[in-house]
């Protein structure tokens, strides 16, 4: 079978403009515009749009990117609270039985199961992020002890002084190490002190009850 050709006459339609929209005589083949001055027109108009279209294309690369900076961001936040959980988790644990740091107040069994303690850091995390995970500088404490005022420093200084020693109460003071967390290391303090609250458990099957809070 061969094709049928539309005659001709049929698509004798004169050609619009792409610019101005004026019917124009084509001279070369493929012909858009009418003259020298759409053609031009045209040509800018191309350009534009393509620089339109590159712009747009830059735009969500660079916002595509702030993403992937503030998900790195984020993970590593979420990495650092992750580890908290555990670490803190193991400090109640590791002080279970023992009086409230700062009041020397005892547990009592009621309180254990009501989730009245805290892991309560000597020096903040939030002044002092690098000591966050620092065994010296977090202790088992009474949540209104924790939650009142900034932690009870004075008391707590005087605890923390009976319980580990002035030399390394001091020496917790005077750490002023700048320390970034990569989340390598936070996994691995994560994963250390799963591990430690195992051995505890192991050790001592209270520790169960502390470690639920
Ligand atoms: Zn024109
Ligand atoms: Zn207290």
Excluded at 102 to 119: H, R, T
Excluded at 185 to 207: G, H
């Amino acid at each position: 079978m061969t094709l049928k050709r539309t005659p001709f006459k049929r698509v004798t339609k004169a050609p619009k403009c792409k610019v101005c929209r004026v019917e124009f005589a084509r001279k070369l083949p493929g012909q858009k515009v009418c003259g020298q001055h759409c053609a031009m027109a045209l040509a800018v108009s191309t350009r534009e749009k393509e620089a339109r279209i590159e712009a747009k294309r830059f735009a969500a690369a660079e916002r595509a990117d702030h993403i992937k900076r503030r998900d790195a961001l984020k993970s590593l936040k979420e990495w650092i609270a992750e580890a908290q959980v555990v670490f803190n988790r193991y400090i109640r644990a590791r002080d279970n039985g023992l009086p409230c740091i700062c009041c020397g107040q005892l547990p009592k069994s009621d309180s254990i199961m009501g989730g009245s303690w805290d892991a309560g850091h000597y020096r903040s995390r939030g002044s002092a992020g690098h000591l966050r995970f620092n065994e010296d500088n977090c202790h088992a404490q009474l949540k209104q002890c924790n939650r009142y005022g900034a932690g009870r420093a004075v008391d707590y200084r005087i605890g923390l002084i009976a319980r580990i020693g002035l030399e390394r109460v001091e020496a917790l003071e005077s750490n002023n190490a700048v320390h970034k967390w990569t989340i390598a290391e936070l996994q691995r303090i994560k994963f250390l002190y799963q591990q430690k609250l195992k051995a505890l458990k192991a050790k001592s099957p209270t520790v169960t009850a502390v470690e639920l809070l």
